[in-house]
T-cell receptor, first 114, second 115 residues
Framework: AQSVTQLDSHVSVSEGTPVLLRCNYSSSYSPSLFWYVQHPNKGLQLLLK??????LVKGINGFEAEFKKSETSFHLTKPSAHMSDAAEYFCVVRLANTGNQFYFGTGTSLTVIP | KAGVTQTPRYLIKTRGQQVTLSCSPI?????VSWYQQTPGQGLQFLFE???????NKGNFPGRFSGRQFSNSRSEMNVSTLELGDSALYLC??????????????FGPGTRLTVL
C-alpha cells in the first residue's frame, strides 16, 4: 500500500508566482511528515517537518506546509517562486507502526520559468 | 557540527565487481539508512542500521549488504555488480530521540556507474 503520494510529477510556475506541491499520505496512526528538496547532483536537504505542535509548519527559504488530517494531506507552498527553487521535492512520511521507517514519495520536479 | 559525509563521491566499476561505500553520520546520530536513487525507480530504501544492528530492510537482493560500526559509521557493499546497480546511493543519519518525530539528514551521495 502506498504510504505517501505526490500528486504531480512535474510542476511549472513563473518566477514570482505561488508554488503548490501536493502530497497525500495514508496512515491509521499519527504520522511524522517531512518535505525535502534535492538540487541536481546533490543530496536531500530538509525543508520542514510536521511535529504535531502546529498544523501550519514554516520551513526554510520561505516554504511552508499545512497538515490537514481530515484530508490526509501535507501540501507544500511558497508565495513567490524564485529561480533557485527549481529542484526535485520529496514528501516523506514516517510511520511508527512500521518500525519508524521513512517512506518517500516519487518526487515532484519544480521548474521555474523566468 | 559536520554533516553526513559519504565516500567516495564518484565510482566507476565494471560488471561482476564488488563495491564498498562508506557513510559517516552526524556526530551523536545512531541510526544510518541507505537509499538507492535512479531516474526510473526514484528513491528506494535499502536498509537501516541502529546500534550496529540492521533494523529495517528494503526489497533488494542479497547482493546488497551493509554494516554499522560501534562509532555509528556505516558501510554498504554490493557484490557481483550489474548494470542496473548504476545509481546515486544516499546515506542518511538520524538522532533516534525517544520522544517526538525524528529527522533524517542526508549526505551528498555516491554516484556509482557500472560499465
Amino acid at each position: 500500500a502506498q504510504s505517501v503520494t505526490q500528486l504531480d510529477s512535474h510542476v511549472s510556475v513563473s518566477e514570482g508566482t505561488p508554488v503548490l506541491l501536493r502530497c497525500n499520505y495514508s496512515s491509521s496512526y499519527s504520522p511524522s511528515l517531512f518535505w525535502y528538496v534535492q538540487h541536481p547532483n546533490k543530496g536531500l536537504q530538509l525543508l520542514l517537518k510536521y511535529t504535531s505542535a502546529a498544523t501550519l509548519v514554516k520551513g526554510i527559504n520561505g516554504f511552508e506546509a499545512e497538515f490537514k488530517k481530515s484530508e490526509t494531506s501535507f501540501h507544500l507552498t511558497k508565495p513567490s517562486a524564485h529561480m533557485s527553487d527549481a529542484a526535485e521535492y520529496f514528501c516523506v512520511v514516517r510511520l511508527a507502526n512500521t518500525g519508524n521507517q521513512f517512506y518517500f514519495g516519487t518526487g515532484t520536479s519544480l521548474t521555474v520559468i523566468p | 557540527k559536520a554533516g553526513v559525509t559519504q565516500t567516495p563521491r564518484y565510482l566507476i566499476k565494471t560488471r561482476g565487481q564488488q563495491v564498498t561505500l562508506s557513510c559517516s553520520p552526524i556526530s551523536g546520530h545512531r541510526s544510518v539508512s541507505w537509499y538507492q536513487q535512479t531516474p526510473g525507480q526514484g528513491l528506494q530504501f535499502l536498509f537501516e542500521y541502529f546500534s550496529e544492528t540492521q533494523r529495517n530492510k528494503g526489497n533488494f537482493p542479497g547482493r546488497f549488504s551493509g554494516r554499522q560500526f560501534s562509532n555509528s559509521r556505516s558501510e554498504m557493499n554490493v557484490s557481483t555488480l550489474e548494470l542496473g546497480d548504476s545509481a546515486l546511493y544516499l546515506c542518511a543519519s538520524s538522532l533516534e530521540r525517544l520522544v517526538g518525530p525524528d529527522t533524517q539528514y542526508f549526505g551528498p551521495g555516491t554516484r556509482l556507474t557500472v560499465l
